[in-house]
Structure formats: C-alpha cells, structure tokens
C-alpha cells in the first residue's frame, strides 16, 4: 500500500443558502479589514453584492480587488500585493472561479511573506503563517478550495508555476449550488470537464494511496451523474450540487495524488495559443487514458462501474474514453487540434513543453518524447 500523509485544513460548509453565513464565519476571525478578490464577471452576476451585504450586516470593514482575470498572471498578483498593502486586511475571501481563488492565493503568498510570487514556486516555501482564507466557489471546477495551491502564470513567460505550502489552504470552503447557477453555459461545460478530469487523473497516478482514491472515486460518481443533467437543466440545484460537492473532492484528491498526463500536455496549449484549460485537458483526455490504460485498464475499469458496474476490464479504458469525447461533444467542446485551428507543426514545441510540467511526473506510465508526441497527434 502507498504511504500518505494527509491533513484537512480546510472546512467545507455545503448547501443551498449557506452564502448567507459568510458575514458570521468571517466575523470569527475578528478582522479589522476584508479583502475580497474577485473578478468583473462576479460583479457582473451579482455575487459581490451578495457577499458584501452579508458581510457589511456582520459590521464588517470591506476592501476589494478585481483587476485580474482568466488565468492570473504574477504581474495580476503584484497588483493584488498593491491592494492588500493599502487596505491592510486580517481576512482574504477569494470569490468567484478558480481563477480568483487562484489570484487570492496568490496574493496572501506574497503580502504575507513578501518577494515575488515566483520565490513560491514550487512546494513548501512559504515563510512565515498566512492570512487565513475563505474559498466562495462559484464555479464547479478547479477545486482549488480544497488545494493548498496557487495556479499563477509567469506574465513575461506564460509559463503555469504551481505554488503550493500547507500554509496556504483556504481555513473555510463555503459551497453553496445556487452561486453556480448563473454560470454561462459555456462556462459551465468548461469547468465541469477540468473537474471530471481532476477526479479521472488523480485517480491513476504514481502517488495514488487509499485517501486519494476514496476521493477520486466518489467525485467522479457525483460528476459523471451531474454533468449532462446540468448541461440540459441549467437549474437543477441537485444536478449543480453534485458537480460542487464532486469537484471539491476531486480537488482534495488533488492534495494528496497530484495529477497527470493529461494536465501536462493540455498546459501547452493554453500558453501558446490561449486555449481555455478545461477545453484543452479535456481533449487531451481520452488520449492519455487509452495509454494509461494498456497497463493500468483495472483502475479504470473501477471508476467506470460507479455508473456501469458490469463493465469489464479490457473494456474499460476505450468506454472510459469514449465517455470523456461524448461529454465534449455534448457540451460543444472541440476534440481535436484541427478543430481548434492548431497546426501540427506546433506539436514538436508542445512536446518539448509538456515535458517541462511538473504535473507529468505522476503519470503512471512515464511520458517520454515518443509517447508525449503519439499523443498529440492522436488528436490532432
């Protein structure tokens, strides 16, 4: 059995309605000034002002920070730094996507233990404790409330630096289905895939033990479940609560397992051609579970029967693959380079790209040149 070592550090606090005690669990930590991170999209759909009534009717002090956006870059965090700097604050609530959950994160590394964000690239370089943090998901995809990870881009480079340090867990994750509800569809489709993929990755990887799966596995049964319901009914709150709850555990699965091929081939695409990630990992997908599975068909075989328990082995890999391409092409996502106007004469520097992702590590069958290429042009 593989050894683990894991802690939750985070409180999860799930239902319908529960944004309404966001202003008393602040008001826990006693903060003079709340910061709150949060992009112009959730301004536009109302949650800001959702979240600061509930925190102004808790007599709260409130500041906050929107000048960042998809995919939060360090010169996005520097500004961020900029901010907490004037304001001061002893709370940090990171509302929205994974993206301002992301840039939060981001912010409390380097406010709390000054440099640059680039000095925490990386595991375990935190300096000193960080402030804590609530997590106001309104999106069912990174997970990133239950990671102790920052996903920032380099702005000169492009490069995805994963910072990571126990210190940086969110103390609170407030899940409630009915913030997600005013996604756009397409956003919906998007992060609902980068989800489904946490939960079959994490699933599969050389650093898999009994906590990771137990995650994986429970994940990807609320996921597979929820993901067309929620494509055809928008408003089904049971649909939306299974891919809130789902994706949260797919981002606990994260914290202990890490993730895979699919990650580290995908992250090439979003850096030099702006492909939004749950659009690139999810096509990446069904390539790298086809060649996991000549080695490892009995793992996904143990996935699968969460939703067809008479599955057999040999057939799990191809089913498994085919069920990733037709929640794609359910939710109007392209399956092929082609189809994203990328020329194959790019997959040489994705290659060498791919190769450089720390995530690509984990994979349980070890990507090569060979087999990093094979699988680009199996989707090209």
């Not at 402030?131 to 000169?156: C, H, K, N, R």
């Not at 996604?183 to 489904?196: E, F, K, M, S």
């Amino acid at each position: 059995m593989q050894p683990f070592d894991t802690h939750s550090r985070t409180r999860v606090v799930f239902g319908e309605g529960v944004v309404r005690q966001l202003g008393q669990l602040a008001s826990t930590y006693r903060p003079r000034c709340v910061l709150v991170v949060c992009d112009q999209g959730i301004i536009d759909a109302g949650h800001f002002a959702v979240a600061v009534e509930h925190l102004q009717s808790a007599g709260l002090q409130i500041a906050s920070f929107h000048d960042f956006g998809e995919n939060p870059t360090s010169d996005m965090v520097d500004a961020g730094v900029r901010r907490a700097a004037e304001v001061q604050p002893d709370l940090l609530i990171g509302l929205g996507g994974g993206s301002s959950m992301d840039c939060c994160k981001g912010i409390n590394f380097v406010y709390s233990c000054g440099g640059t964000i680039h000095d925490y690239h990386g595991v375990g370089k935190a300096t000193t404790d960080m402030l804590p943090m609530i997590a106001v998901p309104t999106t069912s995809g990174t997970g990133s409330e239950a990671q102790s990870f920052a996903l920032i881009s380099d702005a000169a480079t492009h490069t995805k630096m994963a910072c990571g340090d126990p210190r940086a867990a969110c103390s609170i994750a407030l899940l409630d289905p009915a913030l997600t509800v005013t996604q756009p569809p397409r956003v919906t489709a998007l992060t609902g895939i980068d989800a489904i993929s946490h939960a079959i990755e994490t699933y599969v990887t050389s650093r898999r033990n009994p906590m990771s799966v137990t995650y994986s596995r429970r994940a990807f049964a609320l996921l597979a479940t929820g993901f067309s319901q929620v494509l055809r009914e928008p408003t089904d709150l049971e649909a939306r609560s299974n891919m809130q709850v789902g994706a949260c555990l797919a981002g606990m699965a994260i914290e202990t397992s890490m993730l895979g091929a699919a990650h580290a081939t995908a992250n090439p695409l979003t850096a030099r051609h702006d492909i939004t990630h749950g659009q690139a990992v999810g096509m990446m997908l069904p390539a790298v579970i086809r060649m996991n599975g000549q080695v490892h068909a009995d793992w996904y075989a143990e996935l699968v029967r969460e939703v067809d328990p008479s599955i057999q082995i040999d057939e799990a890999p191809d089913r498994l693959a085919d069920m990733v391409v037709h929640w794609m092409r359910e939710a109007g996502l392209a399956t092929s380079l082609d189809e994203l106007s990328i020329p194959e004469t790019g997959i040489d520097l994705f290659v060498e790209d791919a190769l450089k992702q720390w995530t690509g590590t984990f994979n349980p069958i070890p990507l090569d040149a060979d087999r990093t290429r094979n699988l680009y042009r199996s989707v090209a």
